[in-house]
């Protein structure tokens, strides 16, 4: 399978825990994208990642998230000190740089449950 | 600031009818693209359609086109002849600026297609 891959598909946490997301994205993509999506809501945009760097992140993301993609390749999302409100679907997404439309490959997403 | 609209919740087409999916958007920005996504029940998010702020005349992807209307502000999606298949969550999404990777997404629509 050659699309993007998230791990684990699901996850049951305790309030206070930390948790920790893996991405990895279509091997030649340089660009990563990671969202957060709730019931009945679109994506929201959390962070993107260009090569290694992170170079836009949103004001959704609290000091409690931080995300990482050493060498560039696969992504991890982890948040501390998990609330209920954290619990939601986190998408990633891959693109490759390039002119036009950045289209945007999703993966199957980690659903997070906070209880 | 940047915001996408999507008016109608769910809708309900004929197979093989054509159906059009609304969106409108809000940005001062001059340079912009605006995307639709597809989500059908497995989750996974599928891209369909790019346009272009600069681009002249309307996309066009096999049974997708996106009928752009700039001073308007909209970027409806069409989809001709209606397939089983179509049945899906429909997103709009604007890239929010050039030079930019951050992207914002409507709340969608609920598409359902009858036999």
């Known amino acids: 399978d050659t699309g993007v891959s998230q791990n684990p598909r699901h996850k049951i946490t305790k309030r206070g825990q930390n948790v920790t997301f893996r991405c990895d994205p279509i091997?030649?993509?340089?660009?990563l994208y990671w969202y957060r999506q709730t019931l009945g809501q679109g994506p929201e945009f959390l962070t993107y990642?260009?090569?290694?760097?992170?170079?836009?992140k949103s004001r959704l993301l609290s000091d409690r998230f931080s995300a990482e993609r050493p060498k560039g390749s696969f992504s991890t999302l982890e948040i501390q000190r998990t609330e209920q409100g954290d619990s939601a679907m986190y998408l990633c997404?891959?693109?490759?740089?390039?002119?036009?439309?950045?289209?945007?490959?999703f993966g199957p997403g980690t659903r997070l449950t906070v209880l | 600031a940047q915001k996408i609209t999507q008016t109608q919740p769910g809708m309900f087409v004929q197979e093989k009818e054509a159906v059009t999916l609304d969106c409108t958007y809000d940005t001062s920005d001059q340079s912009y693209g605006l995307f639709w996504y597809k989500q059908p029940s497995s989750g996974e998010m599928i891209f369909l359609i790019y346009?272009?702020?600069?681009?002249?005349q309307n996309a066009t992807e096999g049974r997708y086109s996106l009928n752009f209307q700039k001073a308007r502000k909209s970027a409806n999606l069409v989809i001709s002849a209606s397939q089983l298949g179509d049945s899906a969550m429909y997103f709009c999404a604007m890239r929010e600026k050039a030079g930019t990777y951050k992207y914002i997404f409507g709340t969608g629509t609920r598409l359902k297609v009858l036999a």
């Open positions: 346009q272009g702020s600069y681009d002249e």
């Open positions: 990642f260009q090569n290694e760097a992170q170079l836009e």
């Open positions: 997404a891959s693109s490759l740089r390039g002119t036009g439309g950045d289209e945007q490959f």
């Open positions: 091997s030649e993509h340089n660009r």
